[in-house]
């Protein structure tokens, strides 16, 4: 029962660690790698590394066979859909969150954007992390788990290709000023208002994913254990 527990607990360490490294493009879109060489990576037996995987797979993150996985990557009309998929579910969400927020709710949401105003400055992996809990905590506000855990769904499939990108300052202020702007619109309860700035503010970020140098995940692809 002991050596059991062991075993999962192992597992469960290593799914995260390649969840994560997922996540974070440090095994990026396409990329192919043997499980021996996962083995390797992460210091453990290849046991754990298939059940790892084939939750992962099951997930749609990745392809898994025999001789190890690849990471799932999307094509640009794929990435087109998921943003344009983004724009319709998450101005409906904040729409409804608008009706819901409470002034303890917006405190909590402006806090979170005083802190992103912070990391956006040294800290771009804690900023992405914070984007990520006000985006969703937003959402949370209108009510409707389902249709939060289709939003959380879609990001997920995009987060790995916003870790490749080297995104400017410049950049990452404009995406605060939405923040901003996004929170003054949920206050006075403006739906026009909403709509029309999550749809510009998530029409830019699918621009800079579509138009982002594709050597990143081309050099990435190309370090295989094959």
Known sequence: MEQTRRFSSITEQVYDQLHRDIMHATLAPGQRMTIRKLAEMYEVST?????????????????????????????????????????????????????????????????????????????????????????????????SERLLNMIRSLYTSIEPYLFMIETTQDVVDASQNEHHLIVDALKSHDHARLDQLIRSHLQDAADTVLNADSSAGAEKQNETGM
């Not at 046991?47 to 392809?63: D, F, N, Q, T």
């Not at 009309?77 to 319709?88: G, P, T, V």
């Not at 009706?99 to 912070?118: G, N, P, S, W, Y």
């Open 47 to 143: 046991m754990p590394i298939r059940e790892a995987l084939h939750k992962l797979s099951s997930e749609g993150l990745v392809k898994y066979d025999r001789r190890g996985l690849t990471v799932n990557a999307l094509t640009e009309e794929e990435i087109k859909q998921i943003y344009e998929a983004r724009m319709r579910l998450e101005s409906l969400l904040l729409v409804w969150a608008s009706d819901r927020a409470t002034a303890e709710d917006i405190d909590k949401l402006e806090q979170l954007v005083h802190d992103m105003d912070l990391h956006s400055k040294n800290d771009r992996a804690r900023w992405m992390e914070s984007n990520y809990h006000f985006h969703m905590g937003m959402y949370q506000l209108a009510g």
